[in-house]
Structures are given as C-alpha cells and as structure tokens.
C-alpha cells in the first residue's frame, strides 16, 4: 500500500500547502521512502547483535522522547512534494538523503536503546559520559581538536549533552562502514567505544526493560498549520534562517541589473571554496570542517538571493575571507543548537 493516497494537496501552490493542518495530510509511514531506511536499521542492528528493534512513527521533527524506545520521523520524508517544501522554508532537508538519513537514525536508535535498556542508570556510563539527568544547554562552545569524543553529526554534536555523547559513540560503533577500531585507535573517545560495544554484548539479545511503543505528537494529534510549524522552525533556527548573512553578503556581492552579466556568487563560491577554507583555517586555526559549513550556508544564502560579482575576483576574494574569518569563530562560539532528544 503506498504511503500516502493521492491527495489533492500533492498539486497545491507553496502557498496554499501551507495553510493546510500537519494532521490533514493523512501521512502514513509504512509505504514511504523512510520504511526501507527503517528496515536498513533494523538489519544494522541486527547484524551487531542487537534485538531490540525502536518502533518509527511520524512527527514534525526528529527525536526520541524520554522513557520510549521508539523514533519520531520528521512527516517531510514521507513525501517528495513535503520536501520540496521544507526546502523552500528552510533552506535544506535534514535526513534528505540516504547516507544522511542513516546518520540521524542511527543517532536515535541510540537515544531508543539507552531508555530500552536504561543504561544511562550504570555507573561506568555516567563516568564515561555523565550524567543523562544533566539539562541541556541553550547553546554550547565546541572543542573542535578534542580526541574524547566521536565526530558523527555535523558540529561535533557529541559535546552537546552527555545523552547526545552516548548516542552519537554508539552511531559510530554501530555503522558497518565507520572502521571505529582502527580511527579511533588512539583517542580517548575510544574508551567510550569500548563501552557500548561491552554493554551491547551483555544486553543485546535481551529482552527490553522499557517496553513503551507509545509514539509522541503523531501526525494525527498535529493540528497546527504548515505556516505555523515553519514559523517557530525558523524562529528557533534564528541563526540559520534566511536573511542572517544578507548585510554582509551584499556588501561584497550585488543583485542589481548592471552586474547581471557577472559570475554568480554562489559559483564564485563554490569554485574559492578549498582556497578559503585553507586560509581561514591558517588565520583562525578553527576546523574545515567548521569553516566549510559556514561557506555551504552561504552559499546557499547567495543563490537564494541571486547576487552577483560586483567586484574584481580578487577583490571579492579577500572580502570573503575577511567574512568568513569572522562568521566562522561566531558559528563555533555563540551559536545556538537544536537538541535532538
């Protein structure tokens, strides 16, 4: 059966969707693009002798709730035309592709194992990683050169909480590509690797602890609109909303009709972007990959606005990397991030 019956909204304009209630959708998962990444994890799990397989349900957004051993899937992923929208609203579509898609769950099988199992409640994991119990912070300053923790989602998410450290070592032990032995032979990040693969040989065949399915905020219980659910997304998103790098990407780059016949900004870009990872990694000593995340958010700001060269290429270049020096250490100090529970 497929995942969703063909539905007169499937035709609507962006701006006609969004009016329209989470809950009138009528999105089933089973059917969708995001059962076979589903069973992919099932067969993961099973394969690193795990049982216990988290049930996978619908919901505006990507997390596992506290004493269940299930995963909420975000209702975009269930319909090419919902992504089309979710990348118009936010820029990008988190869990849009397979690889992707796999990250995130293999993220959350973790957060799902850990309340299944209550391993949070063992000694060495609170020594290892601390407490779960801790709050989460509204923000948090990455150590991007530390070895003690994994590197799986982007921003070194492990650093965010103690139950993201424990989700994202466990991401890592558990993806059959990642060769952890071997990349983190020498980090202290190691230890919590062997921990995860001690605990899952002990409680891997058993049966759970928790046994809740229970599936929190399904698509049926969401009676806000699309424009409402956007709204607060890109509120909560401030820093990556439309419109952040607008100032000062306009004062290098330019949409006005004399430059039309100019290389667009978002190939300049592309085409400087080893060059200007290279030299702001030598000025600001912070990671590429931090720097080429900031450059890929703006890339995607200049395209969104169609600006131009204004400027000489050369010219253009040493602004960027002015630019880019700055946003880069204000991305890894002052930036706000989403807590995937």
Not at 184 to 189: D, E, I, S, T
Not at 241 to 264: K, M, N, T, V
Not at 319 to 332: S, Y
Request: proline content about 5%; glycine content about 4%.
């Amino acid at each position: 059966m497929p995942a969703v019956r063909a539905q007169p909204w499937t035709r609507y304009s962006d701006e006609r969707l969004l009016d329209m209630r989470l809950c009138d959708l009528k999105l089933t998962f089973e059917g969708s693009k995001l059962a076979p990444m589903r069973d992919r994890l099932y067969d993961e799990l099973k394969s690193a002798g795990i049982r216990y397989q988290p049930h996978v349900w619908l919901s505006d957004e990507w997390f596992t709730p506290d004493g269940v051993g299930g995963i909420a899937a975000p209702f975009y992923l269930a319909h090419p035309r919902l992504r089309e929208l979710e990348q118009s609203q936010m820029l990008e579509v988190e869990g849009g592709t397979p690889d992707w898609c796999m990250r995130i769950l293999r993220h959350e099988a973790g957060h799902a194992l850990d309340n299944a199992h209550q391993l949070h409640r063992r000694k060495r994991y609170r020594e290892l990683f601390g407490s779960w119990h801790q709050p989460y912070p509204d923000s948090y300053r990455p150590k991007p050169n530390t070895k003690r923790y994994v590197i799986h989602l982007d921003m070194w998410y492990a650093q965010a909480h103690p139950a993201e450290d424990f989700a994202e070592t466990f991401a890592v032990w558990l993806n059959p590509n990642s060769n952890w032995r071997e990349q983190y032979a020498n980090w202290p990040a190691m230890r919590k690797l062997q921990f995860v693969d001690e605990v899952i040989d002990e409680v891997g065949s058993q049966r759970a602890i928790v046994k809740s399915r229970r599936a929190a905020h399904p698509m049926s219980s969401l009676r806000h609109t699309l424009r409402e659910h956007y709204a607060r997304k890109r509120k909560y998103y401030c820093r990556n909303s439309p419109g952040f790098y607008d100032r000062d990407l306009r004062r290098i780059f330019s949409d006005h009709a004399e430059f039309a016949s100019s290389q667009s900004a978002a190939c300049f870009l592309e085409a400087s972007r080893d060059e200007l990872r290279a030299m702001v990694s030598r000025w600001t000593g912070a990671s590429s990959l931090t720097i080429d995340r900031t450059l890929a958010d703006m890339v995607k700001r200049v395209d969104a606005l169609k600006l131009r060269l204004r400027k000489s290429p050369s010219e253009s270049r040493v602004d960027l990397m002015m630019m880019l020096a700055v946003q880069t250490m204000n991305f890894v100090n002052d930036r706000k991030h989403r807590v995937i529970l």
